[in-house]
């Protein structure tokens, strides 16, 4: 869906009510793998939801579903009409300009002020429920889309996301993939739509931009659901957190902040290996019970009395018991086995060297060296020294030369001008 348009008067009317979003017992597989058994989740308007779980566990699978770009196997959703969902790809063709992109997602709003003015004029004229219910369905979206404000929101939007200084006239296929990324976040921000659903928003943003999609997701007061991995994101913009983690067989949802989530999931595994130490120690007891403790009866005393009989009663009494004892505790140790309490994995943790020991025969001085780079357009550098074993950390606005720098010292673009000294 490109930029969406305004529908009709009769969709309208039949849509505008759905101002939430709810998915009930979704599942998709592809190609035999199950991604999503029985997921569901609710949104109402003023709640952002962050999706958070390993790679691979359905997160843009449950986005695309929810935006109506995919059907489930099994399941429903319901969704506002305008739904706004950022892909991957843009969906408008490689000549379309800029300025074209923008007015596409002004469409809807320039078509709703069309409208209250056609329905205006209608009811000055010829009042009636018919125009005055269509009038009130219409006047609710644009109040909801803010539309009066929306042409101002587009330049806001643009210079926020670091392309305002581009000409309008640029055709997309002149634009770099980072860009284009930007052109489709910026669209969509235009639109307002009642749910917005983000697929790792943030991939081609810099500091200052990712600062302001921060503030205007926090300030949207429809539905947003964001997939991504950066925790700064998730804490200043989510309501509740939903992790679709495979172990609990679903969605889990925790409200508050992102933070607030890592709490609990730090007090949810303390839980789980307590309870998984207590049962291995339950285990150890009943196999010991079963093997040894349980045959511990003492009726090795001699016969009192020479009463043989009540020797022998006694005796078999003590051996029944043995037998029930030993019975209980197998018929436990099954049980406990038969529902074995998973083991808590070990966290990932990384352990690998990133480079190479240094060298003792490296002279001193710097290993990596540039003196007077240029290249035309997207980089000048007058001088740059890294030591044996430094860290640098390249930071800058989108634009600013950061992966030509790296392309420039790694040796696969040559600059027009300066040298540059790397390690043998």
């Not at 309008?168 to 052109?183: I, K, P």
């Not at 994101?233 to 902040?257: F, K, N, Q, W």
């Not at 020479?306 to 037998?323: F, I, M, P, Q, T």
Request: charged share 25%; net charge positive.
């Amino acid at each position: 869906m490109p930029g969406g348009r305004f529908p009709t008067p009769p969709a309208v009317v039949s849509m505008s009510a759905i101002a939430h979003l709810r998915a009930q017992d979704l599942v998709k597989g592809y190609r035999g793998r199950r991604v999503l058994d029985g997921v569901s989740v609710t949104a109402s308007p003023g709640q952002r939801l962050g999706l958070v779980g390993e790679n691979g566990v359905g997160k843009s699978t449950l986005l695309r579903l929810l935006a109506g770009v995919e059907e489930p196997d099994h399941g429903e959703v319901v969704r506002p009409a305008d739904t706004g969902h950022l892909d991957q790809e843009l969906p408008w063709p490689g000549d379309t300009t800029i300025r074209g992109v923008v007015d596409d997602a002004l469409a809807d709003v320039r078509a709703a002020l069309r409208r209250l003015d056609e329905l205006g004029g209608r009811l000055a004229e010829a009042p009636g429920p018919a125009a005055l219910a269509e009038y009130g369905e219409v006047l609710e979206w644009a109040q909801a889309a803010n539309v009066w404000d929306a042409e101002r929101r587009a330049r806001l939007v643009l210079d926020g996301l670091g392309l305002g200084a581009l000409d309008e006239r640029r055709r997309l296929d002149t634009l770099s993939g980072g860009q284009r990324s930007r052109l489709g976040l910026a669209a969509l921000l235009i639109r307002r739509p009642r749910a917005l659903l983000l697929d790792e928003p943030t991939n081609h943003l810099d500091d200052d931009a990712v600062r302001f999609l921060t503030g205007h997701l926090r300030r949207l007061p429809g539905v947003v659901v964001v997939a991504r991995h950066d925790p700064v994101l998730l804490d200043e913009v989510c309501t509740d957190i939903c992790d679709l983690d495979p172990a609990r067989h679903g969605l889990t949802r925790y409200g508050g902040s992102y933070s607030d989530y890592l709490r609990a999931k730090r007090a949810q595994r303390r839980l789980w290996e307590q309870a998984w130490t207590a049962r291995q120690e339950q285990l150890a007891q009943l196999r010991v019970a079963v093997a040894t403790t349980a045959r511990r009866v003492a009726h090795d005393r001699p016969i009192r009395d020479n009463n043989k009989v009540a020797y022998d009663r006694h005796g078999e009494r003590v051996l029944s018991s043995v037998s029930s004892r030993v019975r209980n505790a197998r018929q436990r140790l099954e049980g406990l086995l038969a529902d074995q309490l998973p083991k808590p994995p070990a966290p990932l943790r990384f352990a690998g060297e990133l480079t190479a020991p240094v060298a003792s025969d490296v002279p001193t001085g710097p290993v990596l060296a540039a003196r007077g780079v240029r290249v035309p357009g997207r980089l000048r550098l007058a001088e740059l020294d890294v030591p044996a074993g430094g860290r640098l950390l390249v930071t800058g606005p989108n634009g600013a030369g950061k992966s030509t720098l790296l392309h420039v010292l790694a040796g696969r673009l040559r600059p027009a001008e300066g040298s540059v000294r790397t390690p043998p």
